[in-house]
């Protein structure tokens, strides 16, 4: 059925296809993706934002209304816990995992019908369009994908083997959803303070037991968890953590020895169940090598860092849609809301942030891409744009939603629309895989240990030397960098630890500006240019909140057109 804009008082969006309403995507698509490959996703895009402007986004306000539920026995007494969903959290999933295959594109081939395995940045973009209706699925969506991924890389071939297949289906029935279980009561950001153990189980070669309770897991019910432990009798500190794979289910499907002693009652992604688990000498298998956990944890950390800030852009996203929509079709004042100084004001602030995620977005899924083939270089740089996105983009969220909310008004507030859901789930970016104080250092890390800041200025230069700005354009581009990295260098010098958070926020709006003039040249419109301009003139350049010029309304024309 085709959406009609009706003009009732209380404009709604809800029915629109979320794909064919933004041009924007479309048009980065084209820069982003291979033309035969954006030919044959066409219909696929069309599809899934189609649902997530209807359906599916009907589907996630009744799990997020019916939130799950933990039964510890069966109606004959037999002690086997479950989390009981509602239905229509699993028909998410089925269209998650099944139909659109999130969390399987990266670790198989011939999938949504293309020969061959597809890049990075198609999985991406489907959840960019996911999530703008369901945020909580799509953390047990880039757990499985970054267990799968952690498995592959430091896993024995036995245990590859076995569950490679399992972690990777398509069936609902088959699929063995991936979850991790890291954070104690005492060992949140700090992983040396670790306390659960491991120990060799008697008489059972490469089998551990792991004892000792793990205070925040996100999807508890999982088959197959990444768990960290402390090795019995190990050095301490994050030398005697290691990694270990543990099952739902032994090899005789009777449960393994550990217990979900309740769900948290959570702020947000409340369809999705986060639990509290007591390991009770649970079976596991090692990964990779003893005393090397929290590397090897962080490899799955890493990519989930980035499917969070994914996440939090396809939120902003969403929040950038539906203001636009309020304020082009209701009227106050005797004009239409876009017309208002203030209103094109706050729309404008809405907008930046959220095309500077999405270009952050394909920018590190290419460097991700390259990383994993082995080029040095990329890793380099994905090291770092994937602790700025998280960082930047999770932080931006919590705004842009909010501000979304107010443009609404009243409405927004009460649950029969999706703002205060999304409002909500856009805290969460900010806490889970690591606070923004934690991802901040991370870049600081990275800058001091991965040569990144280098990785960066090379590919930034390369960016710019292939844009079509003019000699002075380039010229005050290459001076906000350069201003932006020196702070970068500052931060990463003995005692720089408090200046961590202003060099990755400098950082993020310098790549996500070169960026956007980048794209200026293939796409051939001037709104890239004139966000990163924004971008340059509000986020990193004199003067400050006191100045009284205005935006130029031609500017602001450039901006409105396409969002």
């Not at 090899?251 to 009652?265: A, F, H, Q, S």
Request: with cysteine; aromatic share 6%.
């Amino acid at each position: 059925m085709a959406f009609v804009v009706n003009d009732h008082p209380v404009p709604d969006q809800h029915g629109a296809n979320l794909f064919e309403t933004d041009p924007g995507l479309q048009a980065l698509l084209a820069v982003y993706l291979s033309p035969d490959l954006l030919a044959h996703l066409r219909p696929v895009l069309a599809r899934l934002g189609g649902l997530a402007g209807g359906v599916l986004d009907d589907l996630a306000h009744t799990a997020d209304t019916h939130p799950p539920e933990l039964a510890h026995r069966t109606r004959t007494g037999v002690d086997e816990q479950r989390i009981l969903k509602h239905p229509a959290y699993v028909e998410m999933e089925r269209l998650a995992f099944g139909d659109f295959a999130l969390a399987a594109i990266s670790h198989r081939d011939h999938v949504l019908g293309w020969p061959g395995r597809m890049p990075a940045t198609v999985k991406y973009a489907l959840t960019y369009l996911f999530v703008q209706a369901e945020f909580g699925l799509c953390c047990p969506v880039s757990m499985t994908d970054s267990l799968t991924r952690t498995l592959k890389k430091f896993g024995a071939p036995d245990l590859v083997a076995r569950y490679l297949p399992s972690l990777t289906s398509l069936d609902l029935d088959e699929l063995a959803q991936g979850a991790m279980f890291m954070t104690e009561q005492g060992a949140g950001s700090d992983i040396a303070a670790t306390t659960t153990l491991a120990a060799p189980a008697p008489g059972e070669p490469g089998t551990w037991r792991l004892t000792g309770d793990k205070w925040f897991c996100s999807n508890p019910d999982a088959a197959l968890a990444m768990v960290l432990a402390r090795i019995e009798g190990g050095p301490a500190g994050l030398g005697g953590v290691s990694l270990f794979l543990l099952p739902r289910r032994l090899e005789d499907g009777t449960p393994n020895r550990y217990r979900i002693i309740r769900l948290k009652d959570k702020l947000g992604t409340r369809s999705m169940a986060s639990g509290e688990i007591r390991l009770e000498g649970a079976e596991a298998w090692l990964v990779g090598e003893p005393g090397r956990g929290f590397v090897q944890m962080a490899d799955m950390v890493n990519n989930s860092r980035l499917s969070n800030g994914v996440r939090a852009a396809g939120l902003m996203r969403w929040a950038v849609s539906e203001a636009f929509f309020v304020a082009r079709h209701r009227e106050a004042f005797g004009s239409r809301l876009m017309e208002l100084p203030l209103m094109r004001r706050q729309l404008m602030k809405l907008l930046v942030p959220s095309e500077q995620a999405r270009t952050m977005v394909f920018q590190t899924a290419d460097a991700l891409g390259l990383a994993d083939a082995g080029d040095a270089q990329a890793y380099s740089l994905a090291r770092i744009l994937t602790p700025l996105i998280k960082f930047r983009a999770c932080r931006d969220a919590r705004k842009v939603t909010g501000d979304a909310m107010e443009v609404r008004g009243g409405c927004g507030y009460i649950e029969d629309f999706s703002d205060a859901r999304l409002l909500r789930d856009a805290h969460l970016g900010s806490i889970w895989e690591g606070t923004s104080n934690i991802v901040a250092l991370d870049v600081r890390r990275a800058v001091r240990r991965e040569r990144s800041l280098e990785a960066l200025g090379a590919h930034l230069g390369k960016l710019l030397a292939e844009s079509s700005l003019d000699e002075g354009l380039r010229g005050r581009f290459q001076r906000v960098q350069d201003g932006a990295f020196t702070l970068a260098e500052a931060a990463a010098a003995d005692g720089g630890e408090a200046l961590a958070r202003r060099a990755a926020t400098g950082l993020y709006n310098v790549t996500t500006a070169v960026a956007m003039a980048w794209e200026l040249a293939r796409i051939g419109t001037p709104d890239r240019l004139a966000l990163a301009e924004v971008v340059l003139r509000h986020r990193l350049l004199p003067p400050g909140p006191l100045d009284p010029t205005v935006p130029e309304e031609g500017l602001a024309e450039e901006l409105f057109l396409r969002a």
